[in-house]
């Protein structure tokens, strides 16, 4: 497809689990952003990706959130030892550029609810 | 204070009418706005930006910018019951790609 796919689109996991969120952007864009949105909220920032490198990682809550992009491409978002205050949707967006503030897309996101 | 503030609504408007949805951000050096609507469970999809003061008008959309008021607000003309979803103001700040969000604003069209 073209747009920017995420999976899986649900995840339950049990508290202290570990869990990997996975995300492949337009294909060509070179900025992916990953996004947490509670409900009822707008979408919390994370971190940042410019090809590989993680240009900003200002927004991951604790060092239990880790997030990779070796290729410059597909993104991976790692979650350690779970709690349930982790329990939200995982967005992903790509833009095509950098500079000043590109659109970004928005993947269908990761629903995540730990138990 | 928050960052990007909306007035969570619901805002109710008559099929046909004009709705008007709100923001206001605190970081003055901000350059780009985004209007984002997100149906239910559904992600974020993009509607509008503008980068400069005044308006921008996209079909049935427009978006106004007041950067000496802080303020970004955007029109929905002849509003349909399909337009009823929570709208997104998102802004970004004088230093790096992050969007900042608000918390978005409910809009629900009554047929």
């Known amino acids: 497809g073209a747009g920017v796919s995420q999976s899986p689109r649900y995840k339950v996991a049990k508290r202290g689990q570990d869990v990997a969120l996975r995300c492949d952007p337009i294909?060509?864009?070179?900025?992916l952003f990953w996004y947490q949105q509670a409900l009822g909220q707008g979408p919390e920032f994370l971190t940042y990706?410019?090809?590989?490198?993680?240009?900003?990682k200002s927004g991951l809550p604790s060092d239990r959130f880790f997030a990779e992009r070796p290729e410059g491409s597909v993104s991976t978002l790692k979650i350690q030892r779970t709690q349930q205050e982790d329990s939200a949707v995982y967005l992903c967006?790509?833009?095509?550029?950098?500079?000043?503030?590109?659109?970004?897309?928005f993947g269908d996101g990761t629903r995540l609810s730990i138990l | 204070q928050k960052e990007v503030e909306q007035n969570s609504g619901p805002l109710s408007v008559p099929e046909g009418a004009i709705a008007s949805l709100n923001c206001t951000y605190s970081?003055?050096?901000?350059?780009?706005f985004f209007w984002y609507r997100q149906y239910s469970g559904k992600s974020p999809e993009l509607i509008m930006f503008?980068?400069?003061?005044g308006d921008k008008e996209d079909g049935r959309f427009t978006a106004q910018l007041n950067k000496a008021s802080q303020y970004v607000s955007l029109l929905i003309r002849d509003s349909q019951p399909s337009d009823s979803a929570t709208y997104l103001c998102?802004?970004?700040?004088?230093?790096?790609?992050?969007?900042?969000f608000g918390a978005g604003t409910i809009l629900r069209v009554k047929s």
């Open positions: 967006a790509s833009s095509p550029r950098t500079g000043l503030a590109q659109p970004q897309h």
């Open positions: 294909s060509g864009h070179v900025s």
């Open positions: 990706f410019q090809n590989e490198a993680q240009l900003d």
């Open positions: 970081d003055r050096g901000s350059q780009s």
């Open positions: 503008i980068y400069s003061n």
């Open positions: 998102a802004v970004s700040p004088l230093l790096g790609n992050k969007l900042v």
